[in-house]
């Protein structure tokens, strides 16, 4: 049986919804952070991480670019979309 991708979503304040219907895509959400605290423009990646979400409506632009900042660094593959499930499935299948 093949693993569960591990994906880190930054941003949203409930995605039990997000977090249900991709567990039927095979990734398994390891973190969520929701991206409105300061803290959280530094916040540090894990290492284990094969996929980030930002759900860009509900996050903040200094935690957008230190994300995108990290991701690039680790070589992470970062997703951008909005909070409403066909917005990322459709992001997820592009």
Do not use: Q
């Not at 095979?26 to 300061?38: A, D, F, P, Q």
């Not at 995108?68 to 499930?85: A, C, D, V």
């Amino acid at each position: 049986m093949a693993r569960a991708m591990s994906m880190l979503i930054v941003g949203g304040d409930n995605i039990e919804v997000i977090n249900c219907n991709l567990c039927k895509y095979g990734y398994c959400v390891s973190k969520h952070i929701s991206g409105r605290k300061n803290k959280h423009k530094c916040i540090e990646i894990p290492k284990d991480i094969d996929l980030i979400l930002v759900l860009t409506d509900f996050v903040s632009h200094g935690v957008s670019n230190h994300i995108k900042k990290e991701s690039k660094r680790l070589g992470i593959k970062t997703i951008y979309s909005k909070r409403s499930w066909s917005c990322v499935e459709s992001s997820l299948v592009v």
